[in-house]
């Protein structure tokens, strides 16, 4: 039963995913299509063709490369090295600011050393699929708040935000690929960015919990293993990205 229903949930992989890469490749070729059969065509409307063909091949290069990094977690690790998630975390945030700015989220990181072993690529993928996630599923003015830091030893990563009320019942099918919520992808448009998160999660042997906030959003914290002994760990370091200080309010 359990080789059933992991053939079954691989069938189920494999037809979505050639759902979702077939969809851009026939916008594309309708593109293509109505400019061709258009004999009064002029450089401006071709232009227009051309900037569509190359939003779709962009949505093509996103969900390949979120596939190839889904494999990629699902694999396992091939080495381990000692990175501190703070500094991985800490280029993610600012890296987001300028989209946060434009979908009126407020963003807040109090980031201090949470220093683990495993692979840093791998891990900012984790930890830009989660900012992402609160940002995106987020409502105007809302807020997003990221911290490192140890808990009993362990380095950990929290993200929490503000958002649509999610029930309580459909957090954990929310880590599923493909995922769909009232109706919307979840995971920056193609359904798979908690199926990343859990996957780079379980690579590194980090437990993962999601939490459904009373007033809408998500408290995600993935705890990540200590790094083995080999060298002191880098100092603490406080950062400070936006405001409020305190946790976004759930209600």
Known sequence: ARLEAAFESQRHFVANASHEL???LAAERAVLQVALADPDAGAESLRAACRQLLELGQQQERLIEALLTLASGQRGLLRRERFDLAEVTARVVAGRAAEAGRLG????ARLDAAVTAGDPHL???LVANLVDNAIRHNVAGGEVRVSTGAAAGA????VANTGP??????????LEPFRQLDGERTGGGHGLGLAIIAAVAGAHDARLALRARPGGGLDVTVEFPPAPRGGPPRPVADRET?????PPDSG
């Open 22 to 24: 077939r969809t851009p």
């Open 165 to 174: 009320v999610v029930p309580p019942g459909e957090v954990g099918r929310l």
């Open 155 to 158: 380095p950990c990563l929290a």
């Open 123 to 125: 891990a900012e993928s």
């Open 242 to 246: 936006g405001k409020p200080a305190d």
């Open 105 to 108: 989220v407020r963003v807040g």
